[in-house]
């Protein structure tokens, strides 16, 4: 009586579990994504922190569409590979997810995402959007507008007896030597050169300010100024020290921070320095920093290149429509303007950009502006589909030659020979 | 008769190999066989059965030797510095004292703290620009200019194998406490009436019976050495030069998005993790002889 009950048991629990394991492996075509119904009106966004709306603002979404926004903060390098773990199942991690400029090529590669319907008219008012388009098709809708922008500490530069600002790199490097020798500053330029994405977007914009184009028409590497970027940095890094030797190890926000606590006196860095620079919540510098053009080299005024970031609709998402219309109305000019009031994100689309500048919230505005004229994409052909693998190798060339284990010739060869072998 | 008798046992096994099968045996299958395959996700089109090319190219590159290397150099490290400073704290927690309680439990915190934690705080004593072990030597003048002690490849692996052991040290020291407090003390005794100094005792007799308990601390601590992923990340982020097989077989899969290259990195690492094993239980799980 015994065993049999012992038996009996032991068969409910076996039947228990397999059916609880079948399940869980279970097609679940169904539940699959957030089993959110169409009818439910509810999508999970996925984004980093700083995208995040406040909760007035998804009430006033909720309230005008019937829509319900759950919120999924993630870290901002964590997100590709969620989306990229879950696209291998044919899954969404959430409806609406943040594309990051430099994922464009990949996604749309791998066809991940729902390509949006977008006017010609309003393409002409959101510039950045062309950043990522994949075979004509929009991946994503930019929300923030970034593109890199010169910072300095004008005190510093005026101590040193430099009192206009400087237009081009020589003039920024005789400035800074200036600075060091008199003892105003130890490290005067800050620049990320740590083994992180960062480092290549370093390179990319010295290259391409102080010696034109990166690439050829064909994809292959221009060496000669590659290479004259590469020796520069190699010079202001271990020749003059005029960076600080521990930004080799230090992430981009660390080496920004290096500014606006004054202890370094000029930086190339992201948009939304021009309103962190004045904020006293933010900045020991306040009123003393000023952003100006990108140093040019004499025949070339300045430039810069974008690295905007956009939130898009998962091609496995089941609310496909629900996510669009909330990408449509976070990417408006109305909410661009009160996400640049509540995070600082600088607006995408022209109209809300002017707005706020003629309503004097974004002061130095108009340097932003002149130095949007001089946006170029640094890629023939746009971002290419294996781009991760290629800022892999820059950024881990620029780090270590930085360090002494490479040359600026073995660092130039070895992202050259990446650049041949992917395309 | 006897067939019945022996039903109940299978049936109360089979949750297990059931769980086992789905959750162990299953993913290593289905690894293998994306490691026979061109798949990378980004090219879809491309994807085909290439037999064991993703083993070869993995074999032929240079990357993965110098990866293999770093593996190597932190398994050591780790193994060493966990083996000895476990044994020492051991033998100090063995000792009766009346603080003996809280001494085991503070040498317990290390091991509860999450790898990532682990990596963060040690990241804020070697941070290059304002690290706690900096600021000590500035200020005790015995260096001039911060020394960056997570750029150079061999000081930021030490570093690594110091902090993963950190880690280790106190699940290897309870172990061995436990060893330690099984060892019959007439043993002891007998050993100083026939006149045994404590090196003596301490080689012919601690030591052959921690053997065992030896084993189990150096199978855990050096699986924990090569699949350490987070303290590397969070001290030196991806580079290159602080590169584990880890970190190659993760920026393979998840970053390039190259999940035949990646999943044959990833067999590489479970046969080599295989292969430590399997040569600890040999030497290590022998019969002890003591005397």
Redesign the interface.
């Known amino acids: 009586m015994k065993?049999s009950r012992?038996?009996i048991l032991?068969?409910v629990?076996?039947v228990f579990?397999?059916s609880v394991?079948l399940t869980a492996?279970g097609n679940g075509k169904k539940e699959e994504g957030f089993g959110k119904k169409e009818e439910q009106k509810e999508i999970v966004v996925m984004v980093p922190p700083w995208a995040e709306p406040s909760s007035e603002l998804l009430k006033e979404f909720t309230e005008k569409t019937g829509i319900k926004v759950i919120i999924n903060i993630v870290g901002w390098d964590d997100i590709r590979?969620k989306v990229?773990?879950a696209?291998?199942g044919e899954t969404a991690p959430a409806d609406v997810i943040e594309v990051d400029w430099s994922w464009v090529?990949?996604f749309g590669?791998?066809?991940w995402f729902e390509p949006i319907e977008m006017p010609e008219e309003e393409i002409e008012g959101m510039p950045t959007v062309k950043s990522f388009m994949y075979n004509d098709q929009i991946v994503a809708l930019p929300y923030a507008n970034d593109f890199r922008l010169a910072y300095y500490n004008t005190e510093h530069f005026e101590q040193a007896g430099v009192t206009e600002a400087p237009k081009t790199w020589d003039e920024v490097y005789e400035a800074c030597k200036k600075i060091k020798d008199q003892g105003i500053s130890n490290y005067p330029i800050a620049m990320t050169l740590?083994?992180?994405e960062a480092s290549t977007t370093s390179l990319f914009w010295m290259t391409l300010s102080k010696y034109g184009d990166i690439f050829n028409d064909d994809f292959t590497l221009k060496k000669e100024n590659v290479l004259g970027a590469l020796e520069f940095v190699n010079k202001m890094v271990n020749d003059d020290k005029l960076i600080?030797?521990?930004s080799?190890?230090?992430?981009d926000v660390?080496v920004y921070g290096k500014l606006t606590a004054g202890a370094t006196s000029f930086m190339i860095g992201p948009t939304y320095y021009i309103g962190l620079i004045n904020n006293p919540d933010e900045s020991q510098i306040v009123g003393k920093a000023s952003a100006m053009l990108v140093p040019g080299n004499g025949d070339i005024k300045t430039a810069t290149f974008a690295l905007p970031e956009g939130i898009g609709v998962s091609k496995y998402s089941e609310n496909k429509e629900a996510a669009k219309e909330f990408v449509n109305w976070y990417t408006s000019p109305e909410i661009q303007i009160k996400m640049y009031k509540e995070k600082g994100n600088i607006p995408t689309r022209t109209k809300a950009l002017q707005q706020l500048i003629e309503s004097g919230d974004i002061v130095g505005g108009e340097v932003l502006i002149e130095q949007s004229e001089y946006i170029a994409s640094p890629f023939p052909g746009g971002i290419p589909?294996?781009y991760?693998?290629m800022s892999?190798t820059i950024?881990?060339s620029v780090?270590?030659m930085v360090?002494g284990?490479m040359t600026p010739e073995q660092a130039c060869e070895n992202i050259e020979k990446k650049v041949a072998e992917l395309k | 008769m006897k067939k019945r008798k022996n039903t109940p046992p299978y049936i109360m096994l089979a949750p297990s190999v059931v769980l086992m099968c789905g959750l162990v045996f299953y993913p290593i299958l289905v690894t293998f066989t994306y490691s026979l395959q061109q798949m990378k996700l980004t090219e879809p089109q491309n994807d085909k059965i290439v037999g064991f090319k993703n083993y070869q190219m993995i074999l032929a590159d240079s990357n993965f030797w110098y990866s293999f290397l770093n593996s190597i150099i932190i398994l050591v490290g780790v193994v060493i510095l966990t083996v000895v400073i476990g044994i020492a704290f051991a033998m100090l927690l063995n000792v009766n004292t009346k603080i003996k309680g809280v001494l085991t439990a503070a040498a317990i915190i290390p091991w509860a703290l999450p790898p990532i934690v682990n990596g963060v705080m040690w990241r804020w004593i070697f941070h290059p620009s304002y690290g706690f072990l900096n600021r000590l030597l500035l200020r005790c003048e015995l260096i001039e200019e911060p020394v960056q002690w997570l750029s150079n490849r061999f000081s930021v692996i030490l570093i690594v194998a110091l902090v993963v052991a950190w880690r280790n040290i106190p699940f290897c020291a309870i172990v061995l406490l436990s060893a330690l407090q099984g060892i019959p003390s007439h043993i002891y005794e007998s050993a100083a009436i026939d006149g045994s100094s404590t090196g003596q005792m301490f080689r012919k007799i601690t030591l052959p019976l921690l053997m065992p308990s030896l084993g189990i601390v150096v199978t855990s601590t050096s699986i924990n050495a090569i699949n350490v992923f987070d303290e590397i990340v969070s001290l030196s982020g991806y580079g290159d030069v602080s590169k584990t097989l880890m970190m190659d077989a993760y920026l393979r899969t998840f970053n390039f998005l190259d999940y035949g290259a990646g999943s044959a990195i990833t067999y590489i690492i479970m046969i080599f993790a295989g292969i430590l094993g399997l040569l600890y239980i040999r030497n290590l799980y022998r019969e002890v002889n003591y005397l």
């Open positions: 065993k012992v038996r032991s068969i629990c076996c579990l397999v394991m492996c590979n990229s773990i696209a291998a090529g990949e590669a791998a066809d740590s083994a992180t600080d030797p521990a080799e190890n230090m992430k660390e589909q294996w991760s693998e892999n950024y881990n780090n270590q360090q284990a």
